[in-house]
């Protein structure tokens, strides 16, 4: 089936339906042959330096993971053959995700005896990855991508030796490395079938899509299906077969025959039973396969069929923010009660239908011959379902996507009224009441953790006017009141993680000049003492401390708040007035109270990604980075303004660096990343606010986004006007300030295909505009190779200096 419009789409002006085409006729600019490059010694010391270790915690809460990954992938590693099949992109040998994180390093230390040595497990050969723990932490997995298949490997918590599972082959290419636990030594995977046979060979053949009349909005994909041939090879490697493992004797059993499995989880807390989701024909050329229609379904621990729940069709012809009619959303109970979950939608999945009640959670329990209850109504869309590990509870999460408003209910599961917990809207910072603290059960599930009393903790950021300190609260189920047990100083950051025990948290702790670290901390009335350091990881890159980092905050025109982070070179001198680069992304709001509530804190240890402006400081510049760029107004139509609040946004941020006194406003770029890059090309299409402009992997055209873009839900038959304006293509002529494109060639992000950044350099290079076009290969939205991240900063620099002049000079350019 594919995609028609409908035929009020006939009215569009010929010229703009010709618009791309005419763009790729047009002149382009002179072509140019160079290899990598490399930014400046400073930023390129900082891209060398290694990645802090990822800490993970074992759910006994006794021992801790200290993984080292790959901070940065190679192009070889980027250039592996890929398949691109149904909005998947994974390895063609071993089904494994493309590209890879991988394992350089991985130790264990114990919590309870911090002085205790670590074990290091060697790790024999290369490409380890998807580290996780096994339910009571007495073991862990891991997965290998070996040079003709993916492997399982299990670890022992208490030797550290890790081996192999022999005769079993991973298949991640669906599944992406579901698995479901069945108890702390056996657990289902998805393998390869045994008996798959070869490859379908790749004969051509006609690829017929048709519509029949019916409305299907879908958003733009990358990677879909485009022939039979795609349908068959999908088919092919997404095949998988359920498999039990036990990894206390490394034997393997098939449960059931081969399917085309998304899905798998044990229900209740014995392991008896399976709840699985598999995908079916027909396919689709132009939804991906998360919206392919599905079989859901319920099977014993041998992968016998049980019971057939739903069949959910294709996801074609939802309206955005609607739902398929009927079952959804299907919930495995991790207690033993053993009963299964799901939604169904009481207002047809429309979501412009006026009805009391728009979704039911409903419930069916063993042995799942009868009939299902219905357990609870809700006037908004359900977001999400949060089992309690009393077995007794539930939080029930529901969105008012008109008002970007959100409820949490403590939901009963049989037979009580649920009690309303939290409300607020979606962006709310200041009044978050924070998540849940979740821990896992022997059959892995992930629960929210209760005490004795009957109490519940959330952890949050703590934000506030004057940054985030996290904080963790004590509520209770039975009167809803909240004690505040911790609340994190100013001078550093405490995130509390979990307790040890009734008085003892575990808490990770940093600070402006100290890299993240474990600590153990006492709370109560009568905790005392400073807390105990547990870990003593060193700043990998103390060179960065030299960048001197504040966080401004400023009002624009119409009182709303605004803020951005203020980064100044090493070398800066009071007084200075230097040339800048602003960075930053629009974000929607509908209140403008909650538009200006800030994020981040003063007292964090600075992380510097490889891409990340901020590193521009060490070339001289000044940066303002996460520059707010708030856009308010109602929710349907917010977007009819876009151009006018982020003017005000971009002249409120340039007025308040000019009253700081360190940037030269005469010599000032704007630029982002991705919706940011489409923010920066039309802020110099319909401002003269900035001398140059930075805008990577964006999108530039949104008639080639017809059917919503962001949060705009209306098509561009409903908005006609704000899709045009919102081009900043359609205004290529008035880009009069050089600007550099930089662009993935394998972006699959949904509207920034590679296209996008094409069409603009071409219509500017034909209009005589000063431009560059960057392509990366084999690079996707974000770029991952250590060659492209030093290309890119090289980009920017070279860019800046081209067109602001020596950022050490006080002389603004002629």
Same mark, same amino acid.
């Given at each position: 089936?594919?995609?028609?419009?409908?035929?009020?789409? *006939?009215?569009?002006?010929?010229?703009?339906?010709?618009?791309?085409?005419?763009?790729?006729?047009?002149?382009?600019?002179?072509?140019?042959?160079?290899?990598? %490059?490399?930014?400046?010694?400073?930023?390129?010391?900082?891209?060398?330096?290694?990645?802090?270790?990822?800490?993970?915690?074992? $759910?006994?809460?006794?021992?801790?993971?200290?993984?080292?990954?790959?901070?940065?992938?190679?192009?070889?590693?980027?250039?592996?053959?890929?398949?691109?099949?149904?909005?998947?992109?994974?390895?063609?040998?071993?089904?494994?995700?493309?590209?890879?994180?991988?394992?350089?390093?991985?130790?264990? !230390?114990?919590?309870?005896?911090?002085?205790?040595?670590?074990?290091? @497990?060697?790790?024999?050969?290369?490409?380890?990855?998807?580290?996780?723990?096994?339910?009571?932490?007495?073991?862990?997995?891991?997965?290998?991508?070996?040079?003709?298949?993916?492997?399982?490997?299990?670890?022992?918590?208490?030797?550290?030796?890790?081996?192999?599972?022999?005769?079993?082959?991973?298949?991640?290419?669906?599944?992406?490395?579901?698995?479901?636990?069945?108890?702390?030594?056996?657990?289902?995977?998805?393998?390869?079938?045994?008996?798959?046979?070869?490859?379908?060979?790749?004969?051509?053949?006609? +690829?017929?899509?048709?519509?029949?009349?019916?409305?299907?909005?879908?958003?733009?994909?990358?990677?879909?299906?485009?022939?039979?041939?795609? /349908?068959? *090879?999908?088919?092919?490697?997404?095949?998988?077969?359920?498999?039990?493992?036990?990894?206390?004797?490394?034997?393997?059993?098939?449960?059931?025959?081969?399917?085309?499995?998304? &899905?798998?989880?044990?229900?209740?807390?014995?392991?008896?039973?399976?709840?699985?989701?598999?995908?079916?024909?027909?396919?689709?050329?132009?939804?991906?396969?998360?919206?392919?229609?599905?079989?859901?379904?319920?099977?014993?621990?041998?992968?016998?069929?049980?019971? /057939?729940?739903?069949?959910?069709?294709?996801?074609?012809?939802?309206?955005?923010?609607?739902?398929?009619?009927?079952?959804?959303?299907?919930?495995?109970?991790?207690?033993?009660?053993?009963?299964?979950?799901?939604?169904?939608?009481?207002?047809?999945?429309?979501?412009?239908?006026?009805?009391?009640?728009?979704? !039911?959670?409903?419930?069916?329990?063993?042995?799942?011959?009868?009939?299902?209850?219905? @357990?609870?109504?809700?006037?908004?869309?359900?977001?999400?379902?949060?089992?309690?590990?009393?077995?007794?509870?539930?939080?029930?999460?529901?969105?008012?996507?008109?008002?970007?408003?959100?409820?949490?209910?403590?939901?009963?599961?049989?037979?009580?009224? =649920?009690?309303?917990?939290?409300?607020?809207?979606?962006?709310? #910072?200041?009044?978050?009441?924070?998540?849940?603290?979740?821990?896992?059960?022997?059959?892995?599930?992930?629960?929210?953790?209760?005490?004795?009393?009957?109490?519940?903790?959330?952890?949050?950021?703590?934000?506030?006017?004057?940054?985030?300190?996290?904080?963790?609260?004590?509520?209770?189920?039975?009167?809803?009141?909240?004690?505040?047990?911790? %609340?994190?100083?100013?001078?550093?950051?405490?995130?509390?993680?979990?307790?040890?025990?009734?008085?003892?948290?575990?808490?990770?702790?940093?600070?402006?000049?100290? *890299?993240?670290?474990?600590?153990?901390?006492?709370?109560?009335?009568?905790?005392?003492? &400073?807390?105990?350091?547990?870990?003593?990881?060193?700043?990998?890159?103390?060179?960065?401390? #030299?960048?001197?980092?504040?966080?401004?905050?400023?009002?624009?025109?119409?009182?709303?708040?605004?803020?951005?982070?203020?980064?100044?070179?090493?070398?800066?001198?009071?007084?200075? !007035?230097? $040339?800048?680069?602003?960075?930053?992304?629009?974000?929607?709001?509908?209140?403008?109270?909650?538009?200006?509530?800030? =994020?981040?804190?003063?007292?964090?240890?600075?992380?510097?990604?490889?891409?990340?402006?901020?590193?521009?400081?060490?070339?001289?510049?000044?940066?303002?980075?996460?520059?707010?760029?708030?856009?308010?107004?109602?929710?349907?139509?917010?977007?009819?303004?876009?151009? /006018?609040?982020?003017?005000?946004?971009?002249?409120?941020?340039?007025?308040?660096?000019?009253?700081?006194?360190?940037?030269?406003?005469?010599?000032?770029?704007?630029?982002?990343?991705?919706?940011?890059?489409?923010? +920066?090309?039309?802020?110099?299409?319909?401002?003269?606010?900035?001398? &140059?402009?930075?805008?990577?992997?964006?999108?530039?055209?949104?008639?080639?986004? $017809?059917?919503?873009?962001?949060?705009?839900?209306?098509?561009?038959?409903?908005?006609?006007?704000?899709?045009?304006?919102?081009?900043?293509?359609?205004?290529?002529?008035?880009?009069?300030?050089?600007?550099?494109?930089?662009?993935?060639?394998?972006?699959?992000?949904?509207?920034?295909?590679?296209?996008?950044?094409?069409?603009?350099?071409?219509?500017? +290079?034909?209009?005589?505009?000063?431009?560059?076009?960057?392509?990366?290969?084999?690079?996707?939205?974000?770029?991952?190779?250590?060659?492209?991240?030093?290309?890119?900063?090289?980009?920017?620099?070279?860019?800046?200096?081209?067109?602001?002049?020596?950022?050490?000079?006080?002389?603004?350019?002629?």
């Amino acid at each position: 089936m594919s995609l028609s419009f409908p035929r009020r789409g *006939a009215l569009l002006p010929a010229l703009l339906l010709a618009l791309p085409l005419l763009a790729s006729l047009l002149p382009m600019g002179r072509a140019m042959a160079m290899g990598y %490059q490399q930014p400046g010694p400073a930023v390129r010391e900082a891209l060398d330096a290694p990645a802090l270790p990822r800490l993970l915690v074992a $759910p006994d809460r006794q021992t801790l993971a200290l993984l080292e990954l790959r901070r940065f992938n190679s192009l070889e590693e980027l250039a592996r053959p890929t398949l691109r099949l149904a909005g998947l992109r994974f390895d063609a040998v071993s089904a494994t995700p493309q590209p890879l994180a991988t394992v350089q390093r991985l130790r264990l !230390r114990s919590l309870l005896q911090p002085e205790a040595p670590e074990r290091v @497990v060697e790790l024999p050969g290369s490409g380890f990855h998807s580290f996780s723990w096994a339910p009571d932490g007495q073991r862990f997995v891991l997965e290998r991508r070996g040079p003709a298949s993916n492997e399982l490997w299990v670890g022992d918590t208490a030797s550290g030796q890790i081996r192999q599972i022999p005769f079993l082959r991973l298949n991640n290419a669906l599944g992406q490395g579901e698995q479901a636990w069945l108890n702390p030594r056996e657990l289902v995977v998805l393998g390869i079938p045994k008996r798959r046979g070869a490859p379908p060979r790749a004969l051509p053949s006609p +690829a017929v899509q048709e519509s029949l009349g019916k409305a299907s909005p879908e958003r733009t994909y990358a990677d879909l299906l485009k022939s039979p041939q795609d /349908e068959a *090879a999908f088919e092919y490697h997404a095949r998988s077969q359920l498999t039990l493992v036990d990894l206390a004797t490394g034997q393997i059993r098939e449960l059931g025959e081969p399917a085309l499995f998304s &899905a798998v989880s044990s229900v209740g807390d014995q392991g008896q039973v399976l709840l699985t989701e598999r995908l079916v024909r027909p396919f689709s050329y132009h939804l991906t396969w998360d919206d392919f229609p599905q079989v859901v379904e319920l099977r014993q621990r041998d992968g016998r069929l049980l019971r /057939e729940l739903a069949k959910l069709p294709m996801k074609s012809g939802v309206a955005i923010d609607g739902a398929l009619p009927g079952p959804r959303v299907f919930y495995a109970s991790p207690t033993k009660d053993a009963a299964v979950y799901w939604v169904e939608a009481l207002d047809g999945g429309n979501p412009n239908a006026r009805v009391a009640f728009r979704d !039911r959670v409903m419930r069916l329990d063993p042995p799942y011959s009868g009939e299902a209850m219905e @357990v609870q109504r809700m006037p908004h869309r359900f977001t999400r379902l949060r089992f309690l590990d009393d077995g007794q509870h539930a939080l029930l999460t529901e969105t008012d996507r008109n008002r970007a408003w959100t409820r949490s209910y403590l939901l009963p599961l049989r037979g009580s009224q =649920s009690k309303p917990l939290f409300e607020h809207s979606v962006r709310e #910072r200041y009044r978050h009441p924070g998540q849940p603290l979740m821990r896992t059960l022997p059959n892995g599930h992930q629960v929210v953790q209760t005490t004795a009393q009957g109490e519940i903790f959330m952890i949050g950021a703590g934000a506030s006017p004057r940054g985030e300190r996290p904080f963790v609260d004590r509520l209770s189920i039975r009167d809803l009141g909240v004690q505040r047990l911790f %609340q994190s100083g100013e001078a550093s950051y405490e995130l509390p993680l979990m307790p040890l025990d009734e008085r003892r948290w575990l808490m990770q702790r940093e600070s402006p000049s100290e *890299a993240p670290n474990l600590v153990l901390r006492e709370l109560g009335p009568a905790a005392g003492g &400073a807390p105990q350091l547990l870990t003593r990881i060193k700043d990998p890159s103390p060179q960065l401390r #030299r960048i001197k980092r504040e966080l401004v905050s400023f009002k624009r025109a119409d009182g709303v708040e605004l803020s951005f982070w203020l980064y100044l070179p090493p070398d800066y001198r009071e007084g200075e !007035r230097r $040339p800048a680069l602003i960075w930053a992304y629009p974000l929607e709001f509908n209140d403008a109270s909650v538009a200006g509530q800030l =994020s981040g804190a003063p007292s964090r240890f600075a992380a510097y990604p490889g891409i990340s402006p901020q590193l521009l400081a060490l070339e001289g510049f000044v940066v303002l980075n996460e520059a707010t760029m708030p856009v308010v107004g109602e929710q349907r139509s917010m977007n009819d303004g876009f151009i /006018e609040q982020i003017t005000m946004n971009a002249r409120a941020i340039i007025d308040k660096a000019e009253e700081l006194g360190v940037v030269d406003p005469k010599r000032l770029a704007i630029g982002g990343h991705s919706y940011g890059a489409f923010m +920066a090309a039309n802020l110099l299409a319909h401002t003269k606010l900035f001398k &140059a402009g930075i805008a990577r992997s964006g999108a530039y055209n949104r008639t080639l986004t $017809p059917f919503g873009f962001q949060s705009e839900r209306r098509s561009l038959w409903d908005a006609r006007d704000t899709y045009l304006k919102l081009s900043p293509f359609l205004y290529a002529e008035r880009i009069k300030e050089p600007l550099l494109l930089i662009h993935g060639e394998a972006d699959s992000n949904s509207g920034t295909f590679p296209m996008q950044s094409e069409r603009l350099f071409q219509a500017l +290079a034909g209009l005589g505009g000063t431009v560059r076009y960057v392509n990366l290969p084999h690079e996707g939205h974000g770029y991952t190779a250590r060659e492209s991240v030093g290309h890119v900063q090289w980009e920017m620099a070279q860019w800046l200096k081209t067109h602001l002049g020596d950022p050490r000079s006080t002389e603004p350019r002629p």
